[in-house]
């Protein structure tokens, strides 16, 4: 069942997690990742400690999916500024913290990784998913262009997360997919 949702512009954020500290919790346990199977083990980590650090005021996380590479190489930087407007969109919209591969991987770190075959990062994010401290997944406009998103919003129906769809204005409509 899919039900419009307006996106509450003024909510104030109880977490009181900036988007630097999301990213600074991540990124610290991303430096030594020399592959992605040790990348799936910092980011699971990373939610670990983001988890910690708002377990009395929320048990939801939110996770941004949507077209980063499949456009091609020159479209790589527009989707990537886009793709941390819709972030820090959602981080002021929810009352949880809400991440992105943005949050996650830095340029010096997509350059160790950048051999790694789309199949291994595909894996990687599965596994990050099928932890299930991810609650909330939210796709933004043409994600359905991106084998990736694609494949997580597979995982996130097959383990009944929430999926939120996201509009062009940033509001969304939300999938409640029951296991």
């Known amino acids: 069942m899919k039900r419009a949702i307006s996106t509450p512009g003024s ?7 900036s ?13 030594s990742v020399k592959n992605l199977e040790s990348a799936e083990k ?3 980590m990373g939610l670990v400690r983001l988890r910690e650090t708002v377990r ?12 980063l590479t499949s456009d091609g190489p020159e479209f790589l ?13 959602l981080r002021e ?13 830095d340029d010096k770190l997509l ?3 950048k051999d790694e075959p789309e199949s291994s990062w ?12 991810v609650t909330d997944l939210f796709f933004t406009p043409g994600w359905e262009r991106s084998i990736g998103a694609k494949d997580e919003h597979d995982t996130a129906k097959n383990l009944g997360l929430k999926i939120h769809y996201l509009n062009e204005d940033h509001s969304h409509n939300l999938l409640i997919v029951k296991k």
């Open 11 to 17: 909510a104030v954020q109880s977490t009181s997690l």
């Open 19 to 31: 988007g630097d500290h999301i990213q600074s919790l991540f990124r610290r346990k991303m430096e």
């Open 42 to 44: 910092g980011i699971v």
């Open 56 to 67: 009395e005021k929320s048990d939801r996380i939110g996770f941004v999916c949507g077209v």
């Open 77 to 89: 930087d527009a989707n990537l500024a886009r793709h941390r407007n819709y972030t820090s969109s």
């Open 93 to 105: 919209a929810f009352l949880f913290p809400v991440f992105s591969a943005t949050d996650v991987f």
């Open 111 to 113: 350059e160790r990784l």
């Open 122 to 133: 595909r894996r990687m994010w599965r596994g990050v998913l099928s932890t299930q401290m």
